[in-house]
């Protein structure tokens, strides 16, 4: 007989398993089926992010944000270093143990919420019912009253350049490489292109990154995007834009990286390719014979606002559904849709979700970008406060780039804040609980922000929106 749930969750990933978490908070009984394995085998809950993604590359970009500001910005304090040198083994093996300790977690909170780990492969069959194929191959089945979908996504392969993971690279290859790469070829300056084309950069790799659009980093607030294209230059990343990739040929060790761009065929030689092109949802083997959930055209997992997959009680969240692929919109739908079973209110609010880019200076925004702002038509006014004027970032010796606001004219209400500089992805955190309380450029410029602090840039760009900034006169 099929073990019997009130939910099963499939994917123990940042959107599953806090769901797993919050339905068994609110006193259902509850499985997480989770068939992550790492490259030695074992199995892991926690999915990309926590395994292969997120934490992993925070953990280098950390550690190599260090030697970067050991070797060039020690002196500046007057402190003085010699020799300094890289263990890239210890590094390596830091990131790894960092990710031990949080995907264990994962198991340590899920056994004190009551949730049943289960660890295998799961498949939605017909009237809820989930056959697990476990690690050793055996099979067994589930049932449950509600199933939440959570599989995630995987990283997009080129045609062109199929994957070998030795030559040519995914994300989670290029967080375990054991050696630097001397030449380094990163494909697409998207958010994944540009953290870990700055982590091996810092380590001394050359890197080239191609990029198929003419714009850098459209996804961006574009005046964020020219500073943030200004540093990357200086750090030494070669990013090329209208760079459309043809094709790579492996020989003797190295890879030769074929591209077109304005000025015609190009070629360059590197020895490792990391291809970050995006990612796609996975759902690979997850459905079987009507089920009545469908996939669109674009490979998500069809889901309405309220991430209900039209078949009665199955429910999807995540990067397997629609909208931006980041963990913190995956954990909110989550546990929205834990909520949702247990008949409590809940609630994502998808046009407040803040993004984070963890480059150095850090990019992080929320709402619209100026571009979306303009073409949407309403009357706006923008203030910008750079870190240049800021006491604290001074201090920091991090004195880079500016907080943005935008805010509509008539209504004051704020609209978008784009922040790069240092910090940046925990201050935007003050511009998101504004935007989700329908805050004003007023209510900002009246909050009393500690002296001296980061978040006093925010404060006087809210200041600046109605040129009122004490600490920079913009006239
Ligand atoms: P992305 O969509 O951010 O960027 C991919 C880039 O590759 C785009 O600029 C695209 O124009 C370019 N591209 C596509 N095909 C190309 C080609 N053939 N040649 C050259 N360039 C090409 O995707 P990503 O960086 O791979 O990240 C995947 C997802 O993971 C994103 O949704 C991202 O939000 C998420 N993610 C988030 C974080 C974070 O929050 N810090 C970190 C990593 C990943």
């Not at 809820?128 to 055996?138: I, K, L, Q, T, Y």
């Not at 990163?186 to 292109?193: E, L």
């Not at 005046?223 to 834009?241: M, N, P, T, W």
């Not at 935007?428 to 001296?452: C, G, K, V, W, Y």
């Amino acid at each position: 007989m099929a073990d019997s749930y009130d939910v099963a969750v499939i994917g123990a990933g940042p959107a599953g398993y806090p769901a797993a978490i919050r339905a068994a908070q609110n006193g259902l009984r509850v499985v997480c089926v989770d068939a992550w394995k790492n490259r030695d085998g074992t199995p892991a809950l926690g999915g990309t992010c926590l395994n292969a993604g997120c934490i992993p590359s925070k953990a280098l970009l950390e550690s190599t944000e260090l030697v970067h500001r050991a070797q060039s910005e020690f002196a500046v304090h007057g402190i003085r270093t010699q020799g300094i040198t890289v263990d890239l083994a210890a590094m390596q093996k830091r990131r790894a143990g960092i990710v031990r300790t949080m995907t264990s977690g994962i198991g340590a909170l899920f056994k004190a919420a009551g949730v049943t780990a289960v660890y295998g492969s799961a498949r939605l069959l017909a009237g809820r019912r989930v056959e697990v194929s476990a690690h050793d191959g055996s099979k067994s089945e589930i049932s449950a009253r509600h199933v939440v979908l959570a599989s995630g996504s995987v990283p997009a392969e080129l045609p062109s350049m199929r994957f070998d993971h030795e030559y040519i690279c995914d994300s989670w290859d290029a967080l375990e490489f054991d050696a630097v790469p001397p030449r380094l070829c990163v494909i697409g300056a998207g958010i994944i292109g540009l953290e870990l084309g700055s982590v091996w950069r810092r380590l001394g790799s050359q890197v080239v990154i191609l990029e198929a659009l003419e714009n850098f980093l459209t996804v961006a607030d574009q005046q964020l995007a020219l500073e943030a294209a200004r540093h990357f230059k200086r750090q030494g990343l070669d990013i090329r834009l209208g760079a459309r990739v043809a094709g790579a040929r492996v020989a003797n060790g190295a890879v030769s990286v074929e591209y077109a761009d304005a000025r015609g065929s190009q070629s360059i030689a590197v020895d490792k390719v990391i291809v970050a092109v995006g990612r796609k949802p996975y759902a690979a083997g997850l459905l079987g014979p009507d089920t009545g959930v469908k996939i669109d055209e674009r490979g998500f997992i069809s889901v309405d606002e309220e991430c209900r997959t039209g078949a009665q009680n199955v429910w999807a969240v995540g990067d397997c559904v629609r909208g931006p692929m980041l963990a913190h919109k995956g954990k909110e739908e989550g546990v929205a849709v834990a909520d949702r079973i247990a008949g409590r209110y809940a609630h994502v609010n998808y046009a407040v979700i803040p993004a984070v880019i963890y480059t150095a200076p850090e990019i992080a925004w929320v709402g619209q970008t100026e571009e979306q702002v303009k073409a949407g038509g309403a009357a706006y006014k923008s203030g910008v406060f750079p870190f240049a004027a800021s006491g604290r970032a001074r201090a920091m010796e991090a004195a880079v780039g500016f907080v943005k606001i935008l805010a509509a004219r008539d209504t004051d209400t704020i609209l978008g804040v784009h922040i790069i500089g240092p910090l940046a992805g925990e201050l935007i955190a003050e511009a998101t609980l504004a935007m989700e309380f329908q805050a004003s450029a007023e209510d900002l410029q009246r909050t009393i922000h500690a002296h001296p602090t980061l978040a006093e840039a925010v404060h006087e760009a809210a200041l600046a929106t109605d040129k009122r900034s004490i600490d920079n006169i913009n006239k």
